[in-house]
Nanobody, 124 residues
Framework: QVQLVESGGGSVQAGGSLRLSCAAS????????MGWFRQAPGKEREGVAA???????RYADSVKGRFTISQDNAKSTLYLQMNSLKPEDTAVYYC??????????????????WGQGTQVTVSS
């Protein structure tokens, strides 16, 4: 079955960087579109970055210019490079996969498979 395992979270000071990874297994990675989401305490889960099966990407306005989504199809791994981190980026970050669609989307409802999440904490 599909499994998504995130790693790379941690604590960092404002202005710092982190790189999240999501190792996928149980399916042919390149046939799915992928996304990164985050959920802060008391808030809804929101889309951060996504990559479609065509390789095009989409970002939330709050992270444009600071975060970069990428993937290594040979390793079946999705990445999220996060630079210039801010305290408001603090959240649990999840990767997600969808087999039905083609273009990148930040819509939570589009994804049927989710990882367990990794905590990112940014201190001021």
């Amino acid at each position: 079955q599909v499994q998504l395992v995130e790693s790379g979270g941690g604590s960092v000071q404002a202005g710092g960087s982190l790189r999240l990874s999501c190792a996928a297994s149980g399916y042919t990675y390149s046939t799915y579109r992928m996304g990164w989401f985050r959920q802060a305490p008391g808030k809804e889960r929101e889309g951060v970055a996504a990559i479609g099966r065509d390789g095009w990407t989409r970002y939330a306005d709050s992270v444009k210019g600071r975060f970069t989504i990428s993937q290594d199809n040979a390793k079946s791994t999705l990445y999220l490079q996060m630079n210039s981190l801010k305290p408001e980026d603090t959240a649990v970050y999840y990767c997600a996969a969808d087999t039905r669609g083609w273009v990148a989307t930040l819509s939570r409802d589009a994804y049927g498979y989710w990882g367990q999440g990794t905590q990112v904490t940014v201190s001021s």
